[in-house]
């Protein structure tokens, strides 16, 4: 995601001016244009995060948890907006979310698709128009290499559906005699192989007709896209929570 939002940055007419990597990278000291394949932009990638934010307006963060976490502490310091697509937040981290927000612009997406953003809007308009007479079911596939599950666009997508329909609960197992479906369930289920980027159906199957809404991603660069809009987006905005629906206005 780094590379791609470096690779990317330009067209949306922005400058990379620090590059943080953990300290564990392979890539520390390296210009982070030649790691990217953008060519040298004279900016070497460290793993001081206080360093790497020097002379930013924003910073986009896609790393782990505790990572991010180190990335609001400085960002509020020093003053820069946060944009983070890091995903499996635990409470404490989603805690400290709404209280950098109070000092900076922060944005936080589980997935910064602009499409994926489209598809939680259109899910939320047909499970609230169809009613309870039609059961919700997310399938997602995704690469054999991806370490968690569900993903969190399916878990955007089952929170969609549970705001237009209350009392909905996610199921993400089904083996042995587990009776009827209920009409409480969300069946969230994932599955893994090859190279698959990330693909999602929402199904909506009610008495003699079903809708399947999906998104299919087919390369990593409209994350970057919607990562370097938000971006600009945020630049000069007072200090909030924002979201991906914010940036498509």
Partial sequence: ?????????????????????????????????????????????????????????????????????????????????????TTRLDAETEKKLDEVAATIPVLWAPNTSLGV?????????????????????????????????PSGTATRLADAARDARRGLRTVTGREGNVGPRVEDEIGVFAVRGGDVIGDHTVHLLGPGERLELTHRATNRDLFARGALRAAKYLFGKPAGRYSMADVLG
């Fill in 1 to 85: 995601m780094g590379q791609s939002i470096v690779r990317l940055a330009a067209q949306e007419g922005l400058t990379i001016v620090g590059a943080i990597a953990s300290p564990q990278s392979k890539h520390l000291g390296r210009d982070v244009g030649e790691v990217a394949g953008a060519g040298n932009l004279g900016v070497v990638i460290g793993d001081d995060v206080a360093a790497g934010l020097l002379g930013a307006d924003v910073v986009i963060d896609f790393s782990r948890p505790e990572a991010l976490s180190r990335v609001l502490t400085t960002a509020r310091r020093q003053k820069i907006a946060v944009v983070s697509g």
């Fill in 117 to 149: 953003q489209v598809l939680a809007e259109i899910v939320a308009e047909a499970v609230r128009r169809l009613g309870p007479g039609f059961d919700v079911e997310i399938v997602e596939t995704h690469h054999k290499a991806k370490v968690d599950s």
